[in-house]
């Protein structure tokens, strides 16, 4: 029997990180939730490159929770270049973030992010927050071909 593809989590902040982890408890095995903590990391884990060049591409994620705002390469950029390679277009991806702003939505919906989330404020929302979208994009969700 083959493991479940790896959850990554594109989070530059450690506080973040350390809330999505205890989200994940119960639902998600710590081994298989894979941290990067900027977008050039994220791109060189998804393309096994870099850092991460000795990665076998396969299997891809079964979901990127990615950040917004990360350092060296912002979270709409990443997407961008996700969308753009055949290996990576339909890569499911929700966007966790705190802004809500127009043109935030707005560009990530334009690079066809699969969903764009706010992130709650109350530790308890999140922790559901969290638990549904794995479920949902772990469970529910039928994944592309």
Do not use: C
């Not at 990180?17 to 994220?42: F, S």
């Amino acid at each position: 029997m083959t493991s479940p593809p790896p959850i990554l989590l594109v989070e530059d902040n450690d506080d973040d990180v350390e809330l999505m982890l205890r989200a994940l408890r119960g639902v998600a095995h710590r081994d298989r939730i894979v941290r990067v903590p900027d977008g050039v990391d994220a791109l060189d884990y998804l393309f096994a490159r870099g850092a991460h060049a000795g990665r076998a591409l396969e299997p891809l994620p079964s979901i990127v929770f990615l950040d917004l705002r990360l350092p060296r390469l912002d979270g709409i950029d990443v997407l961008t270049q996700l969308r753009a390679d055949a290996r990576t277009a339909v890569l499911p991806v929700v966007m966790l973030t705190t802004s809500m702003e127009h043109r935030d939505r707005l560009a990530a919906y334009q690079q066809r992010v699969n969903s764009y989330v706010q992130k709650p404020v109350d530790y308890d929302e999140f922790v559901k927050l969290v638990r549904s979208l794995v479920h949902y994009w772990t469970e529910i969700n039928v994944a592309p071909p």
